[in-house]
């Protein structure tokens, strides 16, 4: 089954501490993408990588960094530089920049 | 700014009933749009798409209308059912004119209740 898989599904966090979200894809995309969702906020773009060893800020990417080693990861480390950084975090990938397809997000607490 | 605007933050409709969400855009550069469905604790899942050069696009029971000239876009779900309640999210890109720019905008969403 191809598909994108996001670990783990609930994550929770002492205040200071980075951390790190994992995002996997089999769909052979070169594209992936990273989101955050809070209630009435929509999605916003965190980061983005177009192909591997390349990637560009979104529109909230402060606290935030990512690395695209390999086309198949894109993994997300929350900082603590982060203010606000509990929320819903979701990872996609697209073929060709249109259609994006989702994983099925990792919520993360940080007390 | 926000650039993809979804006014009705949510919406309550009878089984089999029509459903209808709009979705409005200021960027005139957009031409290439999208409809999310999501779940709650569950990433979103595509629906259907849209571009400029069309004005509907139809895959079963959705339907997407496009007014370029009013900037305004809408989800038709005919008839609805209650496995449609969810939220749908607008998004919108730069599509055919210049090649996609690998970025969706995307609406805060329309909850939408179907009652049986």
């Known amino acids: 089954d191809g598909g994108i898989t996001q670990s783990p599904k609930y994550l929770f966090r002492k205040e200071g501490q980075n951390v790190t979200l994992s995002c996997e894809q089999n769909?052979?995309?070169?594209?992936m993408y990273w989101y955050r969702q809070d209630p009435g906020q929509g999605l916003r773009l965190i980061y983005y990588?177009?192909?591997?060893?390349?990637?560009q800020k979104g529109d909230i990417a402060e606290g935030y960094s990512v690395s695209r080693e390999k086309k198949e990861s894109f993994p997300l480390t929350v900082t603590s530089a982060q203010k606000n950084p509990t929320a819903f975090y979701l990872c996609?990938?697209?073929?060709?920049?249109?259609?994006?397809?989702f994983g099925p997000g990792t919520r993360l607490t940080v007390t | 700014d926000q650039q993809v605007k979804q006014n009705s933050p949510s919406l309550s409709v009878q089984e089999g009933r029509i459903s209808i969400l709009n979705c409005d855009y200021t960027?005139?550069?957009?031409?290439?749009f999208l409809w999310y469905k999501k779940y709650p604790a569950e990433g979103p899942t595509f629906l259907i798409s849209?571009?400029?050069?069309?004005d509907k696009n139809e895959d079963g029971r959705f339907t997407v209308f496009l007014n370029k000239s009013a900037k305004h876009l809408s989800l038709h779900i005919v008839p609805s059912q209650p496995g449609d309640s969810a939220v749908y999210f607008c998004?919108?890109?730069?599509?055919?004119?210049?090649?996609?720019?690998?970025?969706?905008?995307f609406g805060k969403g329309t909850l939408l209740t179907v009652n049986p």
């Open positions: 996609a990938s697209s073929r060709d920049g249109y259609e994006q397809y």
């Open positions: 769909l052979n995309h070169d594209a």
């Open positions: 990588s177009q192909i591997v060893n390349d990637f």
């Open positions: 960027n005139s550069m957009f031409d290439y």
């Open positions: 849209i571009s400029s050069i069309k």
């Open positions: 998004a919108a890109t730069l599509g055919n004119s210049g090649g996609s720019n690998y970025k969706l905008t």
